[in-house]
């Protein structure tokens, strides 16, 4: 059992930079990959970034070069550091974490970006 938490999520302005953090707790050492996702209205849940639990990242074409996503293992958190952000990273972001059986998902945590 895995349990995953975030937080960090609010209002920010056009251009502005949030963190995003996801503690995990429980049978950690089970995750193998732990990522972002987020949910726009209307718009189907789709994949941020992920990271590997030998340090492997990917990310959304449409975040590259602006997000980064990390984990501190001494924490058991991840974070996502959103830069440059846009009024279309408006949704509601989820930590996600894998094992062999099956997928873990925080309650998400809301971002807006509007001036």
């Known amino acids: 059992q895995v349990q995953l938490v975030e937080s960090g999520g609010g209002l920010v302005q056009p251009g502005g930079s949030l963190r995003l953090s996801c503690a995990a707790s429980g049978n950690i050492f089970s995750l193998n990959t732990m990522g972002w996702y987020r949910q726009a209205p209307g718009k189907q849940r789709e994949l941020v970034a992920l990271i590997t639990s030998i340090g492997s990242t990917n990310y959304a074409d449409s975040v590259k070069g602006r997000f980064t996503i990390s984990r501190n293992n001494a924490k058991n958190t991840m974070y996502l550091q959103m830069n440059s952000l846009k009024p279309e990273d408006t949704a509601v972001y989820y930590c996600?974490?894998?094992?062999?059986?099956?997928?873990?998902w925080g309650q998400g945590t809301r971002v807006t970006v509007s001036s």
């Open positions: 996600n974490g894998r094992t062999l059986y099956h997928d873990y």
